[in-house]
């Protein structure tokens, strides 16, 4: 090797352990794309929503698996400690019947678990219903350990409404909130769960607007609300509101994204903010449904440009999380 071509792979090697280093930490999310488990299998966890217990993250959702029994739903689990790589933690709740309902009718969608610290259980909420959407109440199933088997208890129309969608916000201070969607007022009621989070307590706020799909986050001083218009399984344009209390008054709703993109073909269903030593990054955590081949439905996360009442969904690409740090940076980025 010549001195010229010496100098050019030395170069080259130190050049990628640079950016070895500037990776450090960081991990990889690919929006839209197959996001593999440990077990090498397309994560299962739609309609999702996460909590964080110690350093560890756990994923709840729709496991809509291809081998799934057709007349039955489940629940998945998995578990993180980056947000990244995920452990697959079990089917944690399955039926195939509740509440009379027959079986190969049952809906069971969008679940969201709770850790109670009084009475150190984990509470799972639900959406249920049967054909047509017609029953509109949350299920209620409880266990003792994070990753289950939760046990079915009771299901209700939370403060007596109909209710479809649901998402779950939890407050600086550790409250917990039910967030539901309410067709027949067209809106977002945000209820506050009682002391051992079986029941929904009260109402905080109405949200007058026909959306569904509602996440919330809290950050900078001010609540922001996300919600999708009620387009069934396709995507249309989400959209935000703030307050600067979660009583309201809110803000009135605006696009997230370019409207023409339909949320990059997304749908909301919660956002994470991750705050770390360095930074907080909150990320929008939303579904690319797939209704004909719902195994294969993918996610969207991405973080967002959130602050001073904007919010706004960067177009998705690529690009890596340091949990740690609580920063992000574009994958393609040089450091
Ligand atoms: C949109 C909802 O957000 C989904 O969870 C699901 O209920 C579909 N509608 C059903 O059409």
New binding site residues.
Partial sequence: MNILKLTFVLTAMALSSVSAIAQKGFKEVKPGEIWPDDKNEHIQAH?GGIIKRGNTYYWFGEDRRKNNLVNTRYVGCYSSKDLVNWKFRGQVFKASTLEGIREGTLIL??PKVFYNEKNRKYVMYM?LDSAK?KFARVGVAVSDKVDGEYKFVKSFRPLGLES??IGQFIDDDGSAYLVFESRPTKGFYIAKLSDDYMDVEKQVAFISAPL??GAIVHYGGLYYAIG?ALT??NPNPNKYATATSLAGPWSEFKDIAPPETNTYSS?STMMIKVAGTKGTTVVFMADQWKPKTHWDSRYLWMPLEIGNGKLWLPKPQPWMLNVKTGEWKNSNAKK
Avoid: I
Wanted: glycine share 16%; net charge negative; aromatic share 16%.
């Fill in positions: 309609g969608e969008r959406h959407y479809r969608d569904e799909g999708s069934s399984w749908q």
